[in-house]
């Protein structure tokens, strides 16, 4: 072979590598993206979803329900000492992840589908749920993925969520997280809030009126009596905090 077809030859060997190189990691990603939807336009977002993070390494609510082709806004808060995140992915890619971060915890990613988040700030996720099923959620900081920080999105195919259940679709879209309740009085003076609840499961927690403090002073204006709502509370000492509140369809 003459020294300029060998130096062609070798090129194109570079090239082709190169691009099938290229081509499995875009390709990895597209595909990811289709199984568990797309980055959303923020002029399109129907709800917003306020997740809290926190050092007992759980995310509250850590099941979450939409409707198939929903724009979520999910604003991610850090409530606890230490970085934690919010990554969107299937269960085998966040396994996969997991296992890289063990090997590289330094590594620092930032993809649509994913925000990290500093002890004590908010960061936010706009994605677009255009496949019926589940979605993952985990933090993938070294250590957090094993001990148990991992939620789930479930996806109301579009069918379903226009069938004659009609009944049935405002207990179908609750997180299965968020207790149900009726705001009773709104404190401002005392930054309090009176809800008449349903069962709060986590913390076991039969119907009955309350009062709770709140985590966020801007939940207080966001209700009044009288509204429907469905909130996410935990216990703090010895007090019971509203982390995060909706209005009830």
């Not at 994913?114 to 700030?121: I, S």
């Not at 009944?167 to 009726?182: H, I, N, V």
């Amino acid at each position: 072979m003459k020294p300029h077809t060998l130096i062609l030859a070798m090129s194109s060997m570079l090239l082709t590598t190169a691009a099938l190189a290229a081509g499995n990691h875009a390709g990895g990603h597209a595909h990811a993206e289709d199984a568990i939807g797309k980055a959303g336009d923020a002029a399109k977002v129907s709800r917003t979803i306020t997740v809290d993070m926190s050092d007992a390494m759980r995310f509250n609510p850590s099941s979450i329900s939409v409707k198939q082709g929903e724009t979520i806004r999910l604003v991610v808060k850090n409530s606890g000492a230490v970085k934690h995140e919010l990554v969107l992915g299937t269960e085998k890619e966040l396994k996969e992840h997991n296992e890289v971060m063990k090997k590289n915890p330094e590594m620092e990613h930032a993809d649509d589908n994913m925000v990290t988040v500093a002890p004590g700030k908010t960061g936010e996720v706009i994605w677009q749920f255009t496949k019926a099923g589940k979605v993952n959620f985990a933090c993938l900081q070294p250590g957090h993925f094993d001990a148990g920080m991992k939620g789930v999105v479930t996806v109301a195919g579009a069918s379903a969520a226009s069938s004659g259940e009609a009944k049935k679709d405002s207990t179908l879209e609750a997180p299965a997280d968020m207790a149900r309740g009726e705001i009773r009085k709104v404190d401002l003076d005392n930054k309090k809030i009176t809800i008449k609840h349903g069962e709060i499961k986590n913390l076991d927690m039969p119907p009955m009126t309350m009062v709770f403090q709140v985590k966020d002073d801007a939940f207080l204006g966001k209700v009044k009596a009288g509204d429907k709502v469905r909130f996410t509370a935990e216990k703090n000492g010895s007090a019971f905090v509203v982390t995060g509140i909706q209005a009830s369809p």
